[in-house]
């Protein structure tokens, strides 16, 4: 079955610890994003990776660190200075293509199912 | 930085009647994407619309992008029960920038 995994779907850590959630995609997608999402909002962007070994800065990176060794993995670090880190977090990836010499298109993002981080 | 501005925020409807949902873009984008999350779940890829002035339709759904591409809309026709959740644009231009999205309630 090809797909994203996100685990666990809930987590609960305790304030000051730095906690790694993880994403996995055998779909062989190029790019990977994380988001937030908050109840009642809609999904805010903290990181994204076109390619192995690069990625980016989203709308609310700070707080958060990102790796991607792998091309199936894209995991993300929930570190200590992110002031409000409970919250729902989204893995999703997307082959990204390009239509003409420099302008680049997303296809549809595939999300994983969520992980729930409640900081205690 | 790229806005993008979703209304309304929610709407609660009879079923059999039609809903809409607008999405408003500070930036010109390069397309524009829709998907729709049901209660507890995760965001489902709808429809992509590229072409300036395009018009998509899936069975009740239709999707419209603006003649400038800053604006889309979703309109449901004939709402059933199944059509619950909330729907979300993404405005694509160099990365992708979520509305706030619209969440639909149907009375059965």
């Known amino acids: 079955d090809g797909g994203i995994t996100q685990s666990p779907k809930y987590l609960f850590r305790k304030e000051g610890q730095n906690v790694t959630l993880s994403c996995e995609q055998n779909l062989n997608h190029d790019a990977m994003y994380w988001y937030r999402q908050d109840p009642g909002q809609g999904l805010r962007l903290i990181y994204y990776?076109?390619?192995?070994?690069?990625?980016q800065k989203g709308d609310i990176a700070e707080g958060y660190s990102v790796s991607r060794e792998k091309k199936e993995s894209f995991p993300l670090t929930v570190t200590s200075a992110q002031k409000n880190p409970t919250a729902f977090y989204l893995c999703?990836?997307?082959?990204?293509?390009?239509?003409?010499?420099?302008?680049?298109?997303?296809?549809?993002?595939?999300f994983g199912p969520g992980t729930r981080l409640t900081v205690l | 930085g790229q806005q993008v501005m979703q209304i309304p925020q929610y709407q609660h409807v009879q079923e059999g009647e039609d809903f809409t949902t607008y999405c408003n873009s500070s930036t010109t984008l390069s397309n524009i994407q829709w998907y729709k999350q049901r209660p507890g779940g995760h965001p489902v890829f709808l429809i992509q619309?590229?072409?300036?002035?395009e018009v998509k339709k899936q069975k009740r759904l239709t999707f419209q992008f603006g003649e400038a591409k800053k604006n889309s809309s979703l309109h449901i026709t004939a709402t059933q029960t199944t059509d619950v959740g909330t729907y979300f644009c993404?405005?694509?231009?160099?990365?992708?920038?979520f509305g706030d999205g619209t969440t639909l309630t149907v009375k059965p």
């Open positions: 999703a990836s997307s082959i990204p293509r390009l239509a003409g010499a420099s302008t680049l298109l997303y296809n549809e993002q595939f």
């Open positions: 993404a405005g694509i231009a160099g990365k992708s920038t």
């Open positions: 990776s076109q390619i192995v070994n690069d990625f």
């Open positions: 619309l590229v072409k300036s002035g």
